[in-house]
């Protein structure tokens, strides 16, 4: 089908509809107007694994110090970063001393101190604030103290030799206003339910949250207080479309000047449409089948089937992740077993599980999974061998979900098909997500992988034992329940050791230990791939590398006159 001739039906369709996005600000302020396929479920990072809310949340708070697109550290909110060299790291790597700039305040015009960093670092610390992300730095802080309004201290319980999992982006988050927490938790014991973290009204960032309209759009506006000064695009307004079809619609109406996360897939299309220009930096994702192998032990266990590594490979040598590629993504990515792929921390003799049906078939037969009623579907001991698949709503994973579906029917694996909106498929425990209670088998989503170091957030938080989420650990962030003692070693030695060699020998470990036990199955490496209309900017903005630096150089972006 021709592509233009598709997406301008679908905006024939958005017009019929009433939908078609209207002018969303006056001429007289400079606007920038971006498309999102997802809506953030909050507006604290540290309650959310969704990249929109990380986005979103980007503009508005400010991390002590970002990564360019480069991968190098770009100083926010400190003087500089932190090192051995500068005094700002300690010989034995133990403590940090981090110095802030002077005069640096909140969009309210409240001081942002030191304080806000104790305060934030005690918060991580507290097991009662159910927070989703930065459990490893809960782990590792030993104690942190203020010595001044602009400087504090962290001291760590092991050597921490990379400040960015640490203190900076991507490791911390956010920072939160201690003056409008403090008293939510002084008061409640917990800020988990704050309305801040749904409806901020107090922000660091380059941009203020001026309005929020529930599945409509968010329209930020500059922060006068922002550390770096203030950026020369007055206002940035987010819209939310419920598929990719209607945003690329808008996106070739010259309706959206600009939309991040295009799909691998989409690329080849979209950079068919007239005046849009693509731009792909490293993002650090992998797109990846993530298997249920939580035990009965654990709430929600997956299917039986998946207790058996044996299972689990002959599921990774049944799909054909080459085919994929080249029928639904143009050929533009290639399968990789390695949870490092794209790094510098990639094993290069790893090797790839190739497409083989037999070997997948004597697998299966070995485990005893074999097709006893001649229904087409392998079963053992009365039960059929049919897996919950679930992903988000997103058309192109949908897609992807249909092919591994007739290619696992091959070898008599069945398969029910499973789409959610992305707030309740990657939902907190509290919310009943999908991924965090468990309701799958088979769940395929992109996570992190290594971004400036070894120390890989995928293998030290989402896949490590401590981090089986529970109604005792509802923050967990291993939603496989897969649990490796040597892996997660391996893990604390990434993220401690002093020696590079023992770090990269530990980053090497965990790659064997993941393809021998395949608790998830890595489809395919995605870029950060971002569409804009060209005309629209003065030149090309520099987009960060990561999923939290997108906007790190947003106050030089420029929109043409």
Not at 164 to 190: K, N, Q
Not at 215 to 243: H, K, W
Request: aromatic content about 10%.
């Amino acid at each position: 089908m021709n592509v233009r001739k598709f997406v301008s039906l679908a905006a024939l369709v958005l017009l019929a509809l009433g939908l078609m996005i209207a002018p969303v600000a006056a001429q007289d302020v400079p606007t920038l107007t971006v498309g999102f396929a997802q809506e953030p479920d909050s507006m604290n990072g540290f309650y959310s694994s969704m990249a929109f809310a990380q986005w979103a949340n980007d503009l508005v708070q400010s991390s002590l110090w970002d990564i360019s697109d480069t991968l190098e550290a770009v100083p926010v909110l400190v003087t500089e970063v932190p090192s051995v060299e500068n005094g700002g790291i300690s010989e034995d790597y133990m403590t940090y001393t981090i110095h802030l700039k002077e005069g640096l305040m909140w969009s309210d015009g409240t001081p942002l101190t030191s304080d806000d960093l104790v305060f934030t670092y005690q918060m991580l610390e507290d097991p009662a604030n159910n927070m989703l992300q930065g459990a490893s730095i809960a782990e590792a802080v030993e104690s942190v103290e203020a010595i001044d309004a602009t400087t504090f201290t962290l001291t760590f319980n092991s050597p921490k030799p990379f400040p960015e999992d640490i203190a900076g982006s991507p490791g911390l988050s956010t920072i939160l206003p201690a003056h409008i927490f403090r008293p939510v938790y002084e008061a409640e014991g917990s800020i988990e339910f704050a309305e801040e973290n749904q409806d901020p009204t107090v922000f660091s960032g380059a941009y203020t949250l001026t309005e929020w309209r529930r599945g409509e759009q968010m329209t930020f506006e500059v922060n006068p207080n922002y550390a770096l000064g203030a950026p020369s695009i007055g206002r940035i307004v987010l819209r939310f479309f419920p598929d990719t079809e209607t945003q690329y619609a808008a996106l070739q109406a010259g309706q959206l000047d600009f939309v991040p996360n295009i799909s691998e897939g989409d690329k080849p299309r979209v950079g068919e449409f007239e005046g849009v220009q693509l731009v792909t930096v490293f993002g650090g994702y992998i797109e990846s089948l993530w298997l249920n192998v939580r035990t009965e032990e654990h709430p929600r266990a997956g299917h039986v089937a998946l207790q058996d590594v044996n299972v689990r490979q002959a599921i990774r040598f049944a799909l054909d992740r080459q085919a994929i590629s080249d029928a639904l993504l143009a050929g533009t990515v290639s399968p990789t077993d390695s949870i490092y792929a794209g790094s510098p921390f990639e094993d290069p003799n790893l090797g790839v599980t190739p497409h083989d049906i037999a070997q997948a078939n004597a697998l299966l037969d070995a485990a005893g999974w074999v097709d006893s009623n001649n229904d087409g579907t392998r079963d053992k001991d009365g039960v059929e061998l049919v897996l919950r698949y679930s992903t988000t709503t997103a058309g192109w994973r949908n897609n992807i979900q249909a092919v591994v579906q007739q290619q696992l029917a091959e070898v008599g694996v069945g398969t029910i098909l499973e789409a959610y909106p992305a707030s309740e498929f990657f939902g907190a425990w509290a919310n009943s997500g999908i991924n965090a209670v468990g309701e799958y088998d088979i769940a395929q989503f992109a996570n992190n992988t290594a971004l400036t170091n070894p120390a890989n957030v995928t293998v030290y938080e989402s896949l490590n034992c401590a981090q089986i989420p529970s109604e005792s650990n509802p923050g967990g962030q291993n939603y496989t329940g897969f649990c490796s003692p040597e892996m997660d070693a391996a893990a604390q030695t990434t993220l401690t050791s002093l020696d590079p060699q023992e770090r990269l020998d530990a980053a090497y470990t965990i790659q064997t230990i993941m393809r021998d036990n395949a608790p998830l199955i890595n489809l395919f490496p995605r870029g950060d791939n971002y569409a804009f209309i060209g005309s629209r900017f003065a030149e090309t903005p520099r987009i960060g590398s990561g999923v939290g630096n997108t906007w790190f150089d947003i106050v030089n972006w420029q929109l043409a006159s």
